[in-house]
T-cell receptor, first 112, second 113 residues
Framework: GQQVMQIPQYQHVQEGEDFTTYCNSSTTLSNIQWYKQRPGGHPVFLIQLVKSGEVKKQKRLTFQFGEAKKNSSLHITATQTTDVGTYFCAGYNAGNNRKLIWGLGTSLAVNP | KAGVTQTPRYLIKTRGQQVTLSCSPISGHRSVSWYQQTPGQGLQFLFEYFSETQRNKGNFPGRFSGRQFSNSRSEMNVSTLELGDSALYLC????????????FGPGTRLTVT
């Protein structure tokens, strides 16, 4: 079945370092969403990318959607302790817009 | 707008029992999805309801079932509980049939002993 692979599974960084998590789908996606889940919390929607090659920024966060719409990345510049949490990507299959396929998430730990 | 609410927040059950969890979506949202979250397994999709109809289903055994009411509130039921059912159960609502972003509730932490 369709899969969305997310790497790395875990990442430890020093505060101020950059961080990137990658999402790769086995099939073409119609769009991709990113969520953040703080420890003890629930996933919170961050952004949705729809267009091939799309790049969106939210302050220190940069989101990219690949040209083939099969991969995506989230890059955080100069991490802060408030960035701690698990980042999930989730995409809709281009052929079936009704089922969201989730990556397993990347857990980010930031050392102050 | 009030967010997604889930009740109860915590639950302890014993093996073999059954449990019903409730989810109230954001007002106006007609799609409700349920997820099981366990450490290291990410978010496992259970099912999605839209306008009282199950639109999608994940790969869970028939012990897991759900329903949606006319006011979009949803319930999920797990019968014959097993130890492996211990997890955080998350409900998410969406404005248009799941095409758009999902808004999650705080979850119900189920512990099966």
């Amino acid at each position: 079945g369709q899969q969305v692979m997310q790497i790395p599974q875990y990442q430890h960084v020093q505060e101020g370092e950059d961080f990137t998590t990658y999402c790769n789908s086995s099939t073409t996606l119609s769009n991709i969403q990113w969520y953040k889940q703080r420890p003890g919390g629930h996933p919170v929607f961050l952004i949705q990318l729809v267009k091939s090659g799309e790049v969106k920024k939210q302050k220190r966060l940069t989101f990219q959607f690949g040209e083939a719409k099969k991969n995506s990345s989230l890059h955080i510049t100069a991490t802060q302790t408030t960035d701690v949490g698990t980042y999930f990507c989730a995409g809709y299959n281009a052929g079936n817009n009704r089922k969201l396929i989730w990556g397993l998430g990347t857990s980010l730990a930031v050392n102050p | 707008k009030a967010g997604v609410t889930q009740t109860p927040r915590y639950l302890i059950k014993t093996r073999g029992q059954q449990v019903t969890l409730s989810c109230s979506p954001i007002s106006g949202h007609r799609s409700v999805s349920w997820y099981q979250q366990t450490p290291g397994q990410g978010l496992q999709f259970l099912f999605e309801y839209f306008s009282e109809t199950q639109r999608n289903k994940g790969n869970f055994p028939g012990r897991f079932s759900g329903r949606q009411f006319s006011n979009s509130r949803s319930e999920m039921n797990v019968s014959t509980l097993e130890l492996g059912d211990s997890a955080l159960y998350l409900c998410a609502s969406s404005s248009i049939g799941g095409t758009y972003e999902q808004y999650f509730g705080p979850g119900t932490r189920l512990t099966v002993t």
